[in-house]
Protein backbone atom coordinates (compact mmCIF):
# COMPACT_ATOMS: atom_id res chain seq x y z
CA UNK A 1 0.00 0.00 0.00
CA UNK A 2 1.31 3.36 -1.17
CA UNK A 3 1.52 6.89 0.12
CA UNK A 4 1.51 5.98 3.80
CA UNK A 5 -0.46 4.23 6.33
CA UNK A 6 -3.13 6.83 7.29
CA UNK A 7 -6.25 7.83 4.59
CA UNK A 8 -7.88 11.16 4.64
CA UNK A 9 -11.51 9.38 4.58
CA UNK A 10 -13.30 7.15 7.16
CA UNK A 11 -14.93 4.18 5.21
CA UNK A 12 -17.01 2.38 8.13
CA UNK A 13 -15.90 -1.20 6.94
CA UNK A 14 -12.38 -0.20 7.25
CA UNK A 15 -9.50 -0.72 9.36
CA UNK A 16 -7.11 2.01 7.96
CA UNK A 17 -6.65 4.63 10.33
CA UNK A 18 -7.89 8.26 9.40
CA UNK A 19 -6.13 11.74 9.44
CA UNK A 20 -4.51 14.21 7.97
CA UNK A 21 -0.89 12.97 6.14
CA UNK A 22 -0.21 17.34 6.19
CA UNK A 23 0.83 16.57 2.45
CA UNK A 24 3.75 14.80 3.20
CA UNK A 25 5.37 12.11 1.02
CA UNK A 26 8.08 10.02 0.35
CA UNK A 27 9.47 10.81 -3.15
CA UNK A 28 11.74 7.62 -2.36
CA UNK A 29 8.71 5.06 -2.37
CA UNK A 30 8.27 4.20 -5.77
CA UNK A 31 12.32 3.23 -5.73
CA UNK A 32 12.31 0.77 -2.60
CA UNK A 33 9.10 -0.50 -4.05
CA UNK A 34 10.77 -1.35 -7.08
CA UNK A 35 13.56 -2.73 -5.37
CA UNK A 36 10.93 -4.93 -2.79
CA UNK A 37 9.45 -6.54 -5.71
CA UNK A 38 12.55 -7.51 -7.43
CA UNK A 39 13.88 -9.07 -3.78
CA UNK A 40 10.79 -11.08 -3.99
CA UNK A 41 11.18 -12.13 -7.20
CA UNK A 42 7.39 -11.51 -7.51
CA UNK A 43 5.74 -11.47 -10.65
CA UNK A 44 2.66 -9.98 -10.43
CA UNK A 45 1.53 -7.20 -7.99
CA UNK A 46 -1.50 -4.96 -7.04
CA UNK A 47 -0.48 -1.30 -6.26
CA UNK A 48 -2.80 0.39 -3.78
CA UNK A 49 -2.66 3.19 -1.74
CA UNK A 50 -4.36 5.36 1.42
CA UNK A 51 -7.15 7.94 -0.48
CA UNK A 52 -4.66 11.67 -0.14
CA UNK A 53 -7.44 14.02 -0.57
CA UNK A 54 -4.58 16.41 1.41
CA UNK A 55 -2.47 16.50 -2.09
CA UNK A 56 -3.28 18.23 -4.83
CA UNK A 57 -3.12 15.10 -7.41
CA UNK A 58 -4.49 12.68 -4.75
CA UNK A 59 -1.14 10.82 -5.07
CA UNK A 60 -1.56 9.91 -8.21
CA UNK A 61 1.97 10.85 -9.24
CA UNK A 62 3.67 8.89 -6.66
CA UNK A 63 1.12 6.07 -7.62
CA UNK A 64 2.64 6.08 -11.17
CA UNK A 65 6.13 6.66 -10.45
CA UNK A 66 6.01 3.80 -8.37
CA UNK A 67 4.15 1.87 -11.30
CA UNK A 68 6.73 3.19 -13.54
CA UNK A 69 9.79 2.34 -11.72
CA UNK A 70 8.28 -1.29 -11.72
CA UNK A 71 8.04 -1.74 -15.17
CA UNK A 72 11.37 0.20 -15.94
CA UNK A 73 13.05 -2.51 -13.84
CA UNK A 74 11.27 -5.24 -13.65
CA UNK A 75 9.15 -5.29 -17.42
CA UNK A 76 8.24 -8.55 -17.34
CA UNK A 77 5.83 -8.07 -13.77
CA UNK A 78 2.41 -7.67 -14.18
CA UNK A 79 0.83 -4.12 -12.06
CA UNK A 80 -3.04 -3.94 -11.11
CA UNK A 81 -3.22 -0.80 -9.51
CA UNK A 82 -6.11 -0.51 -7.28
CA UNK A 83 -6.58 2.85 -7.59
CA UNK A 84 -8.75 5.52 -5.06
CA UNK A 85 -10.96 7.88 -6.91
CA UNK A 86 -9.03 10.74 -7.15
CA UNK A 87 -12.09 12.69 -6.11
CA UNK A 88 -13.24 12.23 -9.97
CA UNK A 89 -10.29 14.39 -11.13
CA UNK A 90 -9.94 13.74 -14.79
CA UNK A 91 -6.66 15.12 -15.31
CA UNK A 92 -5.54 13.01 -12.23
CA UNK A 93 -6.88 9.93 -13.63
CA UNK A 94 -4.99 10.36 -16.59
CA UNK A 95 -1.46 10.95 -14.59
CA UNK A 96 -2.57 7.46 -13.32
CA UNK A 97 -3.21 5.83 -16.67
CA UNK A 98 -0.33 6.95 -17.97
CA UNK A 99 1.67 5.16 -16.73
CA UNK A 100 0.32 2.06 -18.27
CA UNK A 101 -0.60 -0.35 -15.54
CA UNK A 102 -1.90 -3.75 -17.27
CA UNK A 103 -5.14 -3.97 -14.83
CA UNK A 104 -6.47 -0.54 -13.20
CA UNK A 105 -8.76 -1.70 -10.02
CA UNK A 106 -11.05 0.34 -8.07
CA UNK A 107 -13.76 -0.73 -6.06
CA UNK A 108 -17.61 0.17 -5.54
CA UNK A 109 -17.31 -2.08 -2.60
CA UNK A 110 -20.93 -1.91 -2.14
CA UNK A 111 -24.40 -1.84 -3.62
CA UNK A 112 -26.07 1.66 -3.94
CA UNK A 113 -28.07 1.92 -1.18
CA UNK A 114 -25.94 0.84 1.44
CA UNK A 115 -22.88 3.08 -0.01
CA UNK A 116 -24.08 6.44 1.21
CA UNK A 117 -23.72 4.88 5.10
CA UNK A 118 -20.91 2.35 4.66
CA UNK A 119 -18.70 4.65 2.58
CA UNK A 120 -16.65 7.99 3.58
CA UNK A 121 -19.13 10.73 2.60
CA UNK A 122 -16.52 12.27 -0.15
CA UNK A 123 -16.75 8.81 -1.76
CA UNK A 124 -19.81 7.41 -3.78
CA UNK A 125 -21.77 4.70 -6.11
CA UNK A 126 -21.97 6.90 -9.04
CA UNK A 127 -18.26 8.60 -8.28
CA UNK A 128 -16.61 4.68 -8.64
CA UNK A 129 -18.90 4.00 -11.92
CA UNK A 130 -17.41 7.27 -13.31
CA UNK A 131 -13.99 6.70 -12.41
CA UNK A 132 -14.30 3.22 -13.95
CA UNK A 133 -16.08 4.70 -17.08
CA UNK A 134 -13.35 7.38 -17.80
CA UNK A 135 -10.67 4.74 -17.44
CA UNK A 136 -12.23 3.03 -20.30
CA UNK A 137 -12.74 5.51 -22.23
CA UNK A 138 -9.32 6.99 -22.02
CA UNK A 139 -7.46 3.66 -22.04
CA UNK A 140 -10.06 0.97 -23.69
CA UNK A 141 -7.22 -1.55 -23.78
CA UNK A 142 -6.74 -1.75 -20.30
CA UNK A 143 -8.75 -4.33 -18.34
CA UNK A 144 -10.96 -2.36 -15.39
CA UNK A 145 -12.03 -4.73 -12.39
CA UNK A 146 -13.83 -3.77 -9.35
CA UNK A 147 -15.04 -5.72 -6.31
CA UNK A 148 -17.80 -5.94 -4.16
CA UNK A 149 -18.45 -7.07 -0.24
CA UNK A 150 -20.59 -9.42 1.05
CA UNK A 151 -22.38 -9.34 4.44
CA UNK A 152 -22.87 -5.75 4.90
CA UNK A 153 -26.88 -6.03 4.56
CA UNK A 154 -27.21 -6.05 0.67
CA UNK A 155 -29.79 -8.26 -1.18
CA UNK A 156 -28.96 -10.24 -3.49
CA UNK A 157 -30.68 -8.38 -6.74
CA UNK A 158 -28.98 -5.01 -5.39
CA UNK A 159 -25.25 -7.16 -5.92
CA UNK A 160 -27.02 -8.23 -9.45
CA UNK A 161 -27.67 -4.65 -10.13
CA UNK A 162 -24.50 -3.39 -9.15
CA UNK A 163 -22.85 -5.87 -11.16
CA UNK A 164 -25.02 -4.75 -14.45
CA UNK A 165 -23.82 -1.28 -13.60
CA UNK A 166 -20.31 -1.96 -13.17
CA UNK A 167 -20.77 -4.00 -17.08
CA UNK A 168 -22.38 -1.25 -18.11
CA UNK A 169 -19.15 0.61 -18.05
CA UNK A 170 -17.06 -1.91 -19.50
CA UNK A 171 -15.44 -3.70 -15.92
CA UNK A 172 -14.01 -7.15 -17.29
CA UNK A 173 -13.47 -8.41 -13.81
CA UNK A 174 -15.11 -8.60 -10.45
CA UNK A 175 -14.09 -10.04 -7.49
CA UNK A 176 -16.80 -10.84 -4.51
CA UNK A 177 -15.25 -10.77 -1.03
CA UNK A 178 -16.93 -11.82 2.21
CA UNK A 179 -16.83 -8.88 4.85
CA UNK A 180 -15.25 -9.60 8.20
CA UNK A 181 -15.35 -6.46 10.32
CA UNK A 182 -11.54 -5.41 11.23
CA UNK A 183 -12.69 -4.10 14.35
CA UNK A 184 -15.22 -3.64 16.86
CA UNK A 185 -16.18 -0.16 15.40
CA UNK A 186 -16.37 -0.95 11.79
CA UNK A 187 -20.24 -1.65 10.97
CA UNK A 188 -21.23 -4.68 11.47
CA UNK A 189 -20.93 -8.18 9.50
CA UNK A 190 -24.97 -8.93 8.87
CA UNK A 191 -24.68 -12.25 6.63
CA UNK A 192 -21.86 -14.55 6.14
CA UNK A 193 -22.79 -14.60 2.48
CA UNK A 194 -25.58 -13.95 0.28
CA UNK A 195 -26.24 -17.67 -1.34
CA UNK A 196 -25.67 -17.78 -5.32
CA UNK A 197 -26.21 -21.54 -6.33
CA UNK A 198 -23.69 -22.23 -9.23
CA UNK A 199 -26.60 -22.82 -12.08
CA UNK A 200 -27.69 -19.22 -11.21
CA UNK A 201 -24.07 -17.59 -11.16
CA UNK A 202 -23.55 -19.57 -14.27
CA UNK A 203 -26.68 -17.98 -15.91
CA UNK A 204 -25.91 -14.49 -14.44
CA UNK A 205 -22.62 -14.94 -15.73
CA UNK A 206 -23.61 -15.45 -18.96
CA UNK A 207 -26.60 -13.00 -18.78
CA UNK A 208 -23.95 -10.41 -17.73
CA UNK A 209 -21.28 -11.12 -20.01
CA UNK A 210 -18.66 -12.01 -18.45
CA UNK A 211 -15.01 -11.67 -20.17
CA UNK A 212 -14.46 -15.71 -19.29
CA UNK A 213 -11.75 -15.25 -21.67
CA UNK A 214 -9.51 -12.16 -19.43
CA UNK A 215 -5.93 -13.20 -18.92
CA UNK A 216 -6.14 -11.10 -15.77
CA UNK A 217 -6.52 -14.40 -13.28
CA UNK A 218 -4.72 -12.66 -9.92
CA UNK A 219 -7.03 -11.27 -7.32
CA UNK A 220 -6.94 -8.16 -5.74
CA UNK A 221 -8.43 -8.46 -2.65
CA UNK A 222 -6.11 -8.16 0.86
CA UNK A 223 -6.44 -10.40 2.98
CA UNK A 224 -7.80 -9.98 6.71
CA UNK A 225 -6.38 -11.66 9.92
CA UNK A 226 -9.12 -14.26 10.75
CA UNK A 227 -11.40 -13.23 13.37
CA UNK A 228 -13.80 -15.64 15.21
CA UNK A 229 -17.53 -14.85 14.56
CA UNK A 230 -19.04 -17.25 16.81
CA UNK A 231 -22.51 -15.97 15.81
CA UNK A 232 -22.16 -16.15 12.04
CA UNK A 233 -22.33 -19.36 10.59
CA UNK A 234 -21.49 -20.00 7.00
CA UNK A 235 -24.49 -20.04 5.04
CA UNK A 236 -26.75 -18.68 8.11
CA UNK A 237 -28.55 -16.00 9.28
CA UNK A 238 -30.02 -15.96 13.02
CA UNK A 239 -33.99 -15.86 13.31
CA UNK A 240 -34.62 -12.68 12.69
CA UNK A 241 -32.52 -12.94 9.31
CA UNK A 242 -29.37 -10.39 10.56
CA UNK A 243 -26.58 -11.45 12.46
CA UNK A 244 -26.27 -10.63 16.29
CA UNK A 245 -24.30 -7.65 16.55
CA UNK A 246 -21.24 -7.62 18.80
CA UNK A 247 -20.62 -5.61 21.62
CA UNK A 248 -19.50 -2.07 20.85
CA UNK A 249 -20.23 -2.66 16.99
CA UNK A 250 -22.35 -0.01 15.65
S1 LIG B 1 -10.85 5.26 1.21
FE1 LIG B 1 -10.05 3.14 1.22
S2 LIG B 1 -8.35 3.14 2.74
FE2 LIG B 1 -9.56 5.01 3.06
S3 LIG B 1 -11.01 4.49 4.69
FE3 LIG B 1 -12.08 4.13 2.72
S4 LIG B 1 -11.67 1.95 2.22
FE4 LIG B 1 -10.20 2.56 3.85
Given at each position: ???G?????A????A??????????D????V?????????????????SV????????????????????????????????????????????????S????????I??????????R????G?????????????????????S?????L???R???????R??????????????????????????A???Q??S???????G?????????????A?????????????????S???????R????
Amino acid sequence: MLLGEVCTRACRFCAVPTGNPGGIVDREEPVRLAEAIAELRLSSVVLTSVDRDDLTDGGASIFAAAIRETKRRLPPVKIEALIPDFSGNDSVLQTLIASNPDVIGHNIETVRRLSLGLRDPRAGYDQSLHVLERVREISPQTITKSSIMLGLGEEREEVLQTMRDLRSVGVRALTLGQYLPPSHAAAPLVATFIQMNSRNSRTKRGSLGSASSCPARWCAAPTTPHRRFPHAQADHRSSSGRSRPRPGAR
